[in-house]
Each structure stands twice: as structure tokens, then as C-alpha cells.
């Protein structure tokens, strides 16, 4: 199976242009996340959706929104880019019960570039 | 508030062990997560500790002692492919994860 895609692989974006960066998994997870990985920092968490039709906030998810119409797709939307949203995004999914611990899996990341 | 910290970076010969630690402190824990993330790829898991002890899968061992807000990873009869970064995850109150920033492991021949 394929697990969990992303796209683009990388981008170049003009400050100020806006931005969907797509997420698909073939798991049936009913949670997934996105996630920013900077340099010398941990993973920070954007958004998370813990099933589809609902949305939560992480640690850093202002300039960022997500929506979950489906099961499968969880795209991350930069309305207005600005440079310091350089960073590599990682989307992941994990078959979360509530309450119980659980294993995400990731997608192979996004490069984006904002100048 | 919540912290992890584990060191940057570590060298190793081929063949030999070694110990990447981690520490933490945190006002509610519900498991601690050890990730293996090649350089430009996505992470990948490695394991999962939600009582102290070691959990030995392979050439790779995870400790947990919650009381000293410890862990670690041995790896063993390291290979060239091991050369990697370690990330130490812990698992708060609300089953949310905190990632730690990852200790970058260097094999040499």
C-alpha cells in the first residue's frame, strides 16, 4: 500500500501567495496530523484531526489552516505566506482510539521555501 | 511545562553499542516514543515505553524510568545504516506527543 502521500515534494513560493499542501493515506487512520520540522528544533505540531469533520489546534498552527472532509485527506492551507514558514511538513496518520497511546506514520515531507 | 533533552550529536565505530539518553520532565506522561529519521526522510518508529523497564526489539533496547524521568536507546552490532538522528517523543496527559529536537548519530567504518 502506499500509506500516506504528500505534495508537492518541494516548493518555491512567493511571500504573500497562498498555499495547499495535500495529504492522502490509504490506512483508514481516523487521525491525522501536520506537522513543521525546523532546524536544531523538534517536530511542532500545526493541526491534528482527531476524525473526519473535526479540526484541533497544536502547538504553532497560527498562519496555517486544515480541513477534514473525509477520512483519507487532510490538506494544510497557507492563506498568506511569509518567509519564517520555510520548513520541512510532515503529514502523519495513526490509528487513534480515544484515550489509548498510538504509532503515526508519516508521509515523506514537503520542502517549502518562502521568499 | 515539558522538556526533552537528549544530545546533539554522537559518534560510533561499526560494530560497536551505544547509548543515545534521554530526559524529560513532564506534568503528565502516558508513554514515551523513541523515532528513527534518516537524513531528508520522513521518521519512522522504533518503539514505545509506558512502564519502566527495558523493551528489546533486535539490535535496538528502550529503557524507561518514569521515576527519574529517564530513557534511552542501545543500539547494538551498530551497522553503517544506522547512521541517523534519534528522536525522543513523549506522550503528555492529553495523548499528545512533544518531540524532542533529535540526536544525530554518525557510524564510521
Known amino acids: 500500500t502506499a500509506g500516506i502521500t504528500q505534495a508537492p515534494t518541494s516548493q518555491i513560493l512567493a511571500a504573500g501567495r497562498s498555499m495547499t499542501l495535500r495529504c492522502t493515506q490509504d490506512m483508514r487512520h481516523n487521525a491525522m496530523y501536520w506537522y513543521r520540522q525546523d532546524l536544531g528544533l523538534g517536530l511542532r505540531l500545526i493541526h491534528y484531526s482527531n476524525t473526519a469533520g473535526t479540526t484541533g489546534k497544536g502547538e504553532v498552527p497560527d498562519g496555517y489552516s486544515v480541513s477534514r472532509a473525509n477520512t483519507d485527506d487532510f490538506p494544510l492551507t497557507l492563506a498568506s505566506a511569509v518567509p519564517s514558514q520555510t520548513s520541512v511538513y510532515f503529514c502523519a496518520s495513526s490509528d487513534r482510539t480515544s484515550g489509548e497511546t498510538d504509532t503515526q506514520y508519516f508521509g515523506p515531507g514537503t520542502r517549502l521555501t518562502v521568499l | 511545562g515539558q522538556n526533552i533533552d537528549q544530545p546533539t550529536e554522537m559518534t560510533a565505530t561499526e560494530g560497536a553499542i551505544v547509548q543515545i539518553n534521554c530526559t524529560y520532565q513532564?506534568?503528565?506522561?502516558?508513554?514515551l516514543f523513541w523515532y528513527q529519521q534518516h537524513a531528508g526522510e520522513a521518521p519512522t518508529f522504533l518503539s514505545y515505553?509506558?512502564l519502566d523497564g527495558l523493551e528489546e526489539k533486535g539490535r535496538f533496547s528502550s529503557f524507561l524510568s518514569r521515576s527519574k524521568g529517564y530513557s534511552y536507546l542501545l543500539l547494538k552490532e551498530l551497522q553503517m545504516k544506522d547512521s541517523a538522528s534519534y528522536l525522543c517523543v513523549l506522550m503528555d496527559s492529553n495523548y499528545q506527543l512533544i518531540w524532542g529536537a533529535g540526536t544525530k548519530l554518525i557510524i564510521k567504518p
Open positions: 515505553n509506558v
Open positions: 513532564t506534568s503528565g506522561f502516558n508513554g
